[in-house]
């Protein structure tokens, strides 16, 4: 790895904010511009609509079910929030981990959608 020095002049300088979110909007404003939005829902909450047709592999389930007993989950699943209506259509192991772990909630990356981005996520 390079190693450089960055000479700066002292003076005229001025501070410009860097966010790390995916949209650049700042901390705390996502839920009102309709970024997503980080949250704990009750596991009965989310409807998994392909549930039937994908198969969870077991082992990843079992893997997965040891890391969240020993470490919590890391990585929120993503839901689809329409019209009050939250689905679920990744993070099928983290869901089933939980489910088998007996946790009524899991935390969730919320984004909003209208009824065209919901069938567009059933065909």
């Given at each position: 790895?390079?190693?450089?020095?960055?000479?700066?002049?002292?003076?005229?300088l001025?501070?410009?904010?860097?966010?790390?979110?995916?949209?650049g909007a700042p901390p705390g404003t996502a839920s009102q511009n309709g970024g997503p939005v980080i949250l704990e829902l009750p596991l009965e909450k989310i409807r998994r609509p392909l549930m039937r047709t994908r198969a969870n592999d077991p082992n990843k389930v079992q893997e997965l079910m040891d890391s969240i007993r020993q470490i919590g989950l890391q990585v929120p699943i993503d839901v689809l929030e329409v019209d009050g209506v939250y689905y679920g259509f990744s993070g099928c192991h983290r869901y089933e981990a939980h489910q088998r772990l007996g946790?009524?909630?899991?935390?969730?990356?919320?984004?909003?959608?209208?009824?065209?981005?919901?069938r567009h996520h059933l065909r």
């Open positions: 790895m390079a190693n450089f020095v960055l000479q700066l002049p002292t003076s005229n001025r501070s410009i904010p860097v966010y790390a979110s995916s949209n946790f009524p909630t899991i935390r969730c990356k919320i984004r909003r959608g209208t009824k065209e981005t919901l």
